[in-house]
């Protein structure tokens, strides 16, 4: 089995690789998810279905080689996807205090130097997004570009867009006991309703898709509680530092932020705060789905992907990359030109911004409310009187 073992805390790291070519691609995966949800993506950049070899010998890239454009064009890819700490067949830790993004970010620099990949483009998606930031901040001189899926900042941002749906899937998650509750709940909140209605044949997107997910939690196992509650203390920690930011805007690659325009779970203005942060190297994608666009919208994913690799093998001007995202979201979903120059949408957005920030201090509250109130219905369990019965006389 391919393991990669970590220096942080003796974990042990289980990792995939697909395709071949000097070009590399760590793919690293979101919150309570296994490698193998990156398979849109695993066959979309590498044409790959089954795994290579787990002897198979690692090449390491050689360094130089032609210039010509065409011998580039016929490069192939080569890519890594792994299990995250606390999920899948990778380590599961007991202690919270041992799930960190900047500790998963150094079990993602070890996985790199296990393979001999001196340098590769980083695709993370939601958490993964987060220890990517992580990772390009400590080792940006093993980055050749960023794409960055479904994240946001951390901490506040963590929290979903907050409604009636919202309180009824995050109640039904935390009762989900079996794979076919959790299907059920995943579906609900990777994907838009509109996408799950649609039909295939005789039957709906969901019911297709139910199926898959039961299957495929099924064989992987529900995550483990420590598993489940360290990466959520790693995403409510998480925060990317100003001279982090710096570090990633000065350092020389490209970066793309890829979001779900109508994703539940991580909401797409947190996004755009951080493709701002990251300009001029950094440029914004909105594409027509949710939080698990890189299923909902492959094709348009994966070709965001390549477009951000072969920027950055031609060494494409910053300035140039984050221009392209002026033009790319000035297109509605269906492709028209929108322009919107009036005062009045400006003062609703200035409104929509105050009222999300009502929003998440409420939330803060809630949670505190509601973490205080767990605790106390653990301490009145341990702590009842238990019955003993009389003794006979």
């Known amino acids: 089995m391919p393991y990669c073992d970590s220096k942080e805390n003796g974990a042990r790291i289980f990792y995939k690789r697909f395709g071949h070519g000097s070009t590399k691609v760590l793919l690293i995966i979101g919150l309570a998810a296994t490698h193998d949800s990156w398979g849109p993506q695993i066959k979309g950049l590498t044409g790959a279905t089954e795994a290579n070899d787990d002897d198979e010998a690692v090449t390491v890239p050689a360094v130089g080689g032609s210039d010509s ?5 016929q490069d192939g890819i080569e890519v890594c996807c792994f299990d995250n700490r606390g999920m899948g067949r990778s380590s599961i830790p007991t202690n919270k205090s041992e799930y960190t993004t900047s500790i998963m970010a150094k079990d993602a620099l070890a996985l790199l130097d296990h393979l001999g990949w001196k340098k590769a483009h980083v695709v993370g998606h939601s958490m993964g997004g987060m220890i990517a930031c992580k990772l390009a901040a400590t080792a940006p001189d093993r980055i050749c570009s960023m794409a960055l899926l479904n994240v946001t900042g951390g901490g506040f941002q963590c929290f979903p867009k907050m409604d009636r749906q919202m309180l009824s899937l995050a109640l039904r998650f935390l009762r989900a006991k079996t794979p076919e509750q959790r299907a059920l709940v995943d579906l609900e909140t990777h994907y838009t309703n509109e996408y799950l209605d649609e039909h295939v044949g005789s039957c709906t997107r969901r019911d297709i898709l139910y199926q898959q997910y039961v299957k495929a939690i099924s064989s992987t196992g529900m995550q483990s509680n420590c598993g489940f509650e360290g990466q959520v203390n790693a995403c409510w920690n998480h925060k990317v530092t100003s001279k982090e930011l710096d570090t990633i805007r000065s350092s020389g690659f490209l970066v793309s932020v890829i979001h779900g325009r109508y994703d539940i779970i ?20 909105e594409i027509h789905g949710g939080h698990l666009v890189s299923h909902q919208r492959p094709d348009e994913v994966n070709q965001a992907i390549r477009e951000l690799i072969n920027a950055s093998k031609f060494k494409l001007n910053p300035e140039e990359w984050s221009l392209q995202e002026e033009r790319q979201t000035a297109e509605s979903p269906t492709g028209t030109s929108q322009t919107n120059n009036s005062s009045g949408a400006s003062n609703i957005v200035t409104a929509y911004n105050l009222l999300a920030k009502v929003q998440l201090c ?25 019955k003993v019965a009389a003794a006979n006389s």
């Open 266 to 285: 991580a909401q797409v203005d947190h996004a755009r705060t951080l493709a701002e942060k990251l300009r001029p190297v950094a440029r914004m994608v």
């Open 362 to 386: 409420f939330l803060y509250f809630i949670g505190i409310f509601l973490m205080g109130f767990e605790h106390m219905r653990n301490i009145l369990k341990t702590t009842k009187p238990v």
């Open 69 to 73: 454009s065409d011998e580039e064009a």
